[in-house]
């Protein structure tokens, strides 16, 4: 009853709508109403209310609710069962619980205590300020093919961030870098039977209006946000909308028409990579390798000390410019 108050609400916002309307409209009484509007404000939302006029939104909070991000989700599949939570452990764990859920559905939280990276790496957040949210995808491909999820939404999240002008990179398999610094983090993990993916999560953490106090002291040289490069606060319903549209165009062409030209070109043309000298690192051993392609399967072509092309899968790997971060 709430979220069809509010949508009622949303679609007029130029204009007040009465409260025996409301109620005649849906059928339950005034004080169920005003019930809803006060539990309404209660979660962030402005609205104006007049004696005689009704009741008027002013304002909707900045939070990645289904009702605030469905607004900008423009698809067919992803996103069509949010599973919201003020504050979760980590997005990908919780997602764990739940799949039993159909494809597409996309489990997001304000904040994670316990937010995970690559490598069992930690991966920080910050509260309201950025998008963290796993998506559940169940495609019918070969376990060795799950780097291609990585591919489809660092591709669909660089173009993504391009159309709003943001220059920024990816640096393979799973960074997205703006000026040298890590932007966004993604995190695919994956259940399976023999030769068939039974479940992929797909996590994806943006810095978007972090402010760089928030950033732990250790991360300041190699993490950032949108709003600390662009000067500007984002809002983040509409990116986390626009990423997922964009997902789902990518991943449908990529998985269900075997058509993965768009994401291998976009890997290969937002490398901050390819034609770099780089280390490698696996556990405690490190190499210098020159980048020379990223291949049609998504593995990094190197050429290795001794002169040799090798193949490199995602897998173990750590990846360091010769001077540091990249
Ligand atoms: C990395 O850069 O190593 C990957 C970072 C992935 C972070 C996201 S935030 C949402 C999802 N839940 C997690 O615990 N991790 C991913």
Redesign the pocket.
Known sequence: MKETVLRKLKNNREEFISGEELSEKFKVSRTTIWKIIKKLREEGYIIKSSTKKGYKLLEDPDLLTEMEISEYLFTKKMGKNIIYFLEVE????EMKKNLQEEEGTILVTEN?IL?????G?E?F?SDKKGI???LLLKPKIDPLEAIKITQIAASSLVEVLRKNNVEAYIKWP??IILNNK?VA???VEMTTEIMKIENIIL???INVNTLSEDIPESLKEKATSLLIETGLKWNRKKLIGEFITEFEKEYFSCIENKNDKEIVSNCKKYSNIIGKKIKIIRGDISREVDVIDINSEGFLLVKNEMGEEEEILSGEISIRGLEGYI
């Open positions: 980590s997005t990908n764990d994670q937010g995970k990276g690559r490598l790496r991966w957040s963290y949210f796993s799973n960074d890590k983090g993604i995190l996590g994806v953490g």
